[in-house]
């Protein structure tokens, strides 16, 4: 397919009017302050989940003005849930360089699309673009560097400096990644995974399928320098779920734990301090497989820390 828009930018959505009609007055506000010409480089599609609110919903999306940019209204014609959603506002931009999907409770400040149209511009080399929040600390702190030739080499130097932004970047709205690397096949071999009836009935598929494509390309990783991002106002409540930060801290030992397989990554100590500490009782939620693989993981990064003083730090019991 040809490439018409410099960029893509999708929004998986489900209820949450206020939200929505919020994050379109800013988008809209982003797209009006860009010049003509720049505004003709991006494109805006909705992929909604019917619900009760459908209707306001598109007549507010209706009455919302996006410039020059074309604006798309998608409905699925049931609700085909959360992960399924997201996977198709990644996997159906084809004719753009570059997808940004959006989480329809986040908030982008007034300058975001300026900084980040820019920077696409600048580095046509880019798999994948990583945006600051304002509200998450450690993404407030400046690096030693901006830019790395791969993801194993951005990881590798997170998990010794920065090991909370493996976690940060995990958020939809953080990731601007190169169209054609999305791997579709790959978030529907997660998805299947992941049972109806389980307690925790969705998973980070899209972040699999975003890092299996960028570990066999070799574009380039970076982070934009200032905060485009506020997640202050997200919607907190978890529908079918007692304790959503429970579940969120399952879900981020369980993404941890692949990363640091899938890449090679020991998880230092200060990943341990900082997530298992918090995430023990949600060690419950996840299978026994889960348990033990993220145990050994532990145990290879302590085995590897302390190999050079003749010191074995046995964790696990096989």
């Not at 753009?96 to 908030?107: H, L, M, S």
């Not at 820019?118 to 690096?143: C, E, F, H, M």
């Not at 982070?223 to 304790?243: E, H, M, Q, S, Y």
Request: glycine content about 4%; overall charge positive.
């Amino acid at each position: 397919m040809t490439v018409s828009y410099l960029l893509a930018i999708a929004l998986p959505t489900y209820r949450r009017i206020n939200e929505f009609k919020r994050l379109l007055n800013q988008l809209s506000a982003n797209v009006k302050s860009l010049p003509q010409d720049v505004q003709s480089l991006i494109s805006f599609r909705v992929y909604e989940n019917p619900s009760t609110q459908t209707e306001l919903k598109l007549a507010i999306f209706r009455q919302t003005s996006f410039g020059s940019c074309p604006a798309e209204w998608n409905i699925n014609s049931i609700n085909i849930g959360g992960d399924a959603n997201i996977e198709q506002a990644y996997s159906r931009q084809k004719d753009a360089a570059y997808t940004w999907v959006i989480g329809d409770d986040e908030q982008i400040l007034s300058d975001a699309l300026s900084k980040i149209i820019t920077t696409l511009k600048a580095r046509p080399d880019l798999g994948l673009l990583l945006l600051r929040d304002t509200s998450y600390p450690v993404s407030r702190v400046i690096l030693e560097r901006e830019l790395w030739a791969s993801y194993e080499e951005f990881a590798k130097f997170l998990a010794s400096r920065q090991p909370h932004l493996l976690i940060a970047h995990t958020l939809i709205s953080a990731n601007i990644v190169r169209s054609d690397l999305f791997d579709v096949q790959q978030s529907r071999r997660e998805r299947c995974l992941v049972s109806p009836r389980s307690e925790i009935p969705f998973s980070f598929a899209h972040m699999k399928a975003i890092l299996y494509g960028l570990s066999g390309s070799s574009s380039m990783i970076m982070i934009l320098k200032c905060p485009v991002l506020d997640t202050t106002g997200r919607a907190t409540c978890a529908d079918n779920f007692v304790n959503q930060a429970t579940l969120m801290r399952c879900l981020y030992i369980r993404h941890l734990s692949w990363v640091t397989q899938e890449f090679g990554i020991p998880l230092w100590p200060i990943v341990l301090h900082n997530s298992m500490s918090v995430c023990m009782p949600s060690l419950k939620l996840l299978s026994c497989a889960a348990i033990v693989s993220l145990m050994r993981n532990i145990e290879k990064s302590f085995r590897s820390m302390f190999r050079p003083y003749g010191i074995v730090h046995r964790l696990l019991i096989r």
